[in-house]
């Protein structure tokens, strides 16, 4: 009798597949970390990028490709550039908060309110359906492009523009509304 892993059936190929993707990760992990250290700046983040670019492969259906160390290995420079853009992101937030209250003068209100703004936005987003909120963080944090959101989340860019406008709408309209629990 054979091993549960390895009995014929509907799952053996799929189990075949997986062990097959895990051997192949696991050979091309420390090129992947190393790839991905050289363009994010530190071992321990590509430590974690690799990792979770695992779980998502491992998630997922597998995938059939010519070559799956290759691929893994352009996977893990895409993941590398998402990261950079993500930082990039907030960086810039960050930055244009840090030089924000100097332009008020520094008044303490003015980071008062930029902070009650922005929870105010942060609980508009999570009153969104998720694939909306989904669409708008891979815009506007991501920077991902109406046709390139459209194509990964198999939708009309169309859509796109439609889940965009709802989330933009929810954005203004909270920062219309007196903030919860304050005296207008």
């Avoid at 189990?15 to 091309?28: D, I, K, M, N, T």
């Amino acid at each position: 009798m054979n091993p549960p892993d390895l009995q014929e059936g509907p799952d053996s190929e799929s189990r075949h597949g997986r062990a097959h993707f895990l051997q192949v990760f696991l050979s091309q992990r420390l090129q992947m970390e190393a790839l991905v250290s050289r363009r994010v700046g530190c071992r321990a983040t590509a430590a974690d990028l690799v990792q979770d670019l695992f779980v998502r492969f491992w998630r997922r259906p597998l995938v059939q490709v010519e070559e799956l160390g290759t691929y893994l290995l352009r996977c893990a420079g895409n993941i590398a550039i998402d990261h950079l853009r993500s930082e990039g992101s907030r960086g810039r937030i960050n930055q244009q908060w840090q030089t924000e209250p100097d332009s008020h003068g520094g008044e303490p209100q003015a980071a008062l309110e930029a902070g009650n703004d922005l929870r105010q936005v942060e609980a508009a987003l999570r009153t969104l359906p998720e694939r909306t909120r989904h669409i708008f963080l891979l815009n506007r944090i991501h920077g991902r492009t109406y046709a390139d959101i459209a194509k990964v989340m198999g939708v009309s860019q169309s859509a796109v523009e439609k889940h965009m406008m709802r989330a933009l709408e929810a954005c203004k309209a909270s920062l219309r509304e007196p903030p919860t629990g304050t005296a207008p």
